[in-house]
């Protein structure tokens, strides 16, 4: 006997439900993706047809291209540099010290703070020590105060995981602290490392809020298209915009499929031999 | 004319403390060339701390570590050519059997020709000759345990350390192993020094044994010497199992609570004052009341309490008239016949198998087996 909700009508429901979810979420892309081949001059609607003049455009537009460049260009410093720190402040997190729980949390609570207010409070600091707003300055700190505790986050659990015996195995094998830490550690927590980089590149490539505080007068590409929409809003945006989704994606994507090939790689190896 | 061998490794007046706990005292210990030597205690013992010590892992608060003959006290385990076999094996997940075995000589910058043929031999020693392309999280405990074995040994170390090598095996293949790891100290006549709790793994694997207790060293000696003569109560009763009796000397002459005279072997000198005395329950032999013992022979009357059947032996629990609980293992031959719960009976035995401890001894918190049983 069935219930009084048949098992099918329910999973019927639930089918409908999470792709009205799906809709959702993706309906905002979609509609800008559109609308950046709609040959008429604002964002929106009526439709005046199809082209891809928005998309000539921006390309041959300077300013873009360099917003663009400079945004891919401090995504990757701060991608390095904070999974650098994320990896040694990790290290440091392995042992155990009076303390230690606190200063765990002292590291994650940034993450919950608004990041306009930390905003605020890194260019009055800077205005005091005498910093002058800029792209390789306030914007790099603002961005590494932002990005670090995730990259901590992606790292320290493969860390903290590891089995210091595997560790101590190797030391006993005749290997050094360096040949420790690039034969054995480094290779386990490598997806951490790999994961942290891309989190923290697309976190850095899209951000908005603390860099419109701390950039000074250059650009990066959120704040170029944030200067199109408020002074010019054509659908060129729209085409910057998808293009930008389309990097993003693109990074990702290509993060993904490393980790997938380091791990299918070892599957085939390991599946060879045995 | 005794040939004076330097010994393969010498720790000499050890001490270590972690936060003001004391978890060495004083131990000094030296590993012939070529010895298998267990290294006995009861977890908190101190007995892994002497192994890290050993290896290089921990820093003596004070003494020496020498291996052969070279003091390596402040030497980095990764400079020191002895070699550990860990209780978890820590097999290096991400590297393949070969690679795993051939970590140590790479370090070293052998040959990789020589590397391969090393590696070969090495994995045919442990019985694995075919496992070299295998990933470690392929592998059964047992063979995980053989390949870390292979991983040491391949290096040729002066002294092989092994840390509870079988404990996380299971009992066949505990028992297995043991095997493989006697033949194969033969065949590669390294000196092996393992700590290990379980006192049977080191009777059976050990030519010396070194029983530890709160940090310090209880009794060096074979495991007969061991079992047979052990140094202190706590020895009597973590190897093997043990009947604990009251006594009392004065004058030279040894009593049990029963008022009988006890028989000691001889030239044992008892202490004067309160006796704790030690029989062995294979020791003991079961007589009908009012037979007759033999003139070096001690007796104890006493009541049959539980028989069990163990198969090729037979356990027979008894309280004597005084009130102390007993245990006999007797052979088939022992238990003919009318033995019930309930009977009288007479617990006999050698005045050559009496261990007597004076009181002392008595009071340093042991397990006391015999009474546990009740």
Same mark, same amino acid.
């Given at each position: 006997m069935k219930g009084p909700l048949s098992r099918s009508g329910a999973a019927t429901a639930f089918g409908l439900f999470a792709i009205a979810v799906y809709v959702f979420l993706y309906l905002p892309v979609i509609t800008m993706v559109v609308l950046s081949f709609n040959n008429s001059i604002g964002i929106g609607l009526p439709w005046g047809g199809f082209t891809t003049r928005w998309y000539r455009e921006s390309l041959e537009? %300077?300013?873009?291209?360099?917003?663009?460049?400079?945004?891919?260009?401090?995504?990757?410093?701060?991608?390095?540099?904070?999974?650098?720190?994320?990896?040694?402040?990790?290290? %440091?997190?392995? #042992?155990?010290?009076?303390?230690?729980?606190?200063? &765990?949390?002292?590291?994650?609570?940034? &993450?919950?703070?608004?990041g306009i207010v930390l905003a605020v409070g890194q260019i009055t600091l800077w205005n005091l020590l005498g910093l002058l707003p800029g792209l390789w300055g306030t914007a790099l700190l603002g961005h590494l105060v932002y990005t670090v505790p995730f990259a901590f986050l992606n790292i320290f659990p493969r860390v903290h995981r590891f089995d210091p015996n595997i560790e101590a195995a190797a030391a006993d094998l005749g290997a050094g602290p360096w040949t420790v830490f690039a034969t054995i550690l480094l290779p386990r927590i490598l997806p951490g490392l790999l994961a942290s980089a891309l989190f923290c590149f697309t976190l850095s490539f899209d951000e908005f809020t603390r860099t419109l505080f701390l950039i000074g007068a250059e650009n990066t590409l959120p704040i170029y298209f944030w200067s199109i929409i408020l002074t010019d809003p054509s659908p060129a945006a729209s085409a910057i915009a998808t293009l930008s989704v389309l990097f993003s994606l693109g990074i990702v994507a290509l993060g993904l499929l490393a980790l997938s090939g380091r791990r299918r790689g070892r599957a085939a190896l390991a599946g060879a031999q045995g | 004319m005794k040939l004076l061998r330097r010994p393969d490794l010498e720790l000499i007046g050890i001490d270590k403390g972690f936060r003001g706990k004391q978890v060495l005292r004083r131990v000094s210990l030296e590993v012939q060339p070529g010895?298998?030597?267990?290294?006995?205690?009861?977890?908190?013992?101190?007995?892994? *701390?002497?192994?890290?010590?050993?290896a290089g892992f921990e820093q003596p608060d004070s003494g020496t570590v020498r291996l052969q003959g070279e003091d390596v006290t402040a030497v980095p385990p990764y400079r020191r050519n002895i070699n550990t076999v860990f209780q978890n094996y820590a097999l290096f997940p991400h590297m393949s059997v070969f690679d795993n075995v051939a970590y140590g000589l790479r370090r070293k910058k052998v040959k990789p020709a020589e590397v391969t043929q090393r590696v070969g031999e090495a994995l045919a020693l442990v019985g694995l000759a075919s496992f070299g392309p295998r990933q470690p999280e392929t592998l059964s405990g047992g063979e995980q345990q053989r390949i870390a074995l292979a991983r040491a040994l391949v290096n040729r170390p002066a002294v092989l350390l092994l840390d509870e090598p079988l404990s996380a095996l299971d009992l066949k293949i505990r028992r297995r192993m043991q095997g493989e790891l006697k033949r194969i100290h033969e065949e590669v006549g390294t000196t092996f020094l393992f700590v290990t709790h379980?006192?049977?793994?080191?009777?059976?694997?050990?030519?010396?044994? *070194?029983?530890?207790?709160?940090?310090?060293?209880?009794?060096?000696? *074979?495991? #007969?010497?061991?079992?047979?003569?052990?140094? *202190?109560?706590?020895?009597?009763?973590?190897?093997?199992?043990?009947?604990?009796?009251?006594?009392?000397?004065?004058?030279?002459?040894a009593r049990l609570a029963d008022g009988n005279a006890l028989h000691l072997p001889e030239g044992i000198a008892p202490p004067a004052g309160a006796l704790r005395v030690g029989v062995r329950p294979e020791r003991l032999r079961i007589a009908a009341v009012g037979a007759t013992s033999g003139a070096r022979e001690n007796a104890l009357a006493a009541t049959i309490t539980r028989i069990t059947f163990q198969g090729p032996s037979t356990v027979v629990e008894a309280r004597t008239e005084t009130g102390e609980a007993i245990r006999c293992l007797c052979g088939p031959a022992d238990v003919a016949g009318a033995l019930l719960p309930g009977s009288a009976i007479l617990c006999l035995w050698d005045a050559e198998a009496t261990l007597v401890f004076d009181a002392a001894g008595a009071e340093n918190g042991l397990t006391r087996k015999g009474e546990l049983v009740e």
């Open positions: 537009n %300077a300013l873009a291209r360099n917003a663009f460049l400079s945004s891919v260009q401090l995504a990757v410093v701060v991608s390095l540099v904070s999974s650098s720190l994320g990896l040694g402040v990790a290290l %440091a997190f392995r #042992r155990a010290f009076r303390g230690k729980a606190l200063m &765990l949390n002292a590291l994650i609570l940034p &993450l919950l703070m608004p | 010895e298998f030597i267990a290294v006995l205690g009861p977890s908190g013992s101190g007995k892994s *701390t002497l192994l890290k010590i050993a379980d006192q049977e793994e080191a009777v059976v694997l050990a030519d010396r044994i *070194t029983v530890m207790r709160d940090g310090g060293l209880e009794q060096v000696g *074979t495991a #007969r010497e061991i079992y047979d003569r052990p140094a *202190t109560p706590f020895v009597a009763d973590f190897v093997g199992e043990m009947n604990w009796l009251r006594g009392q000397a004065e004058g030279g002459v």
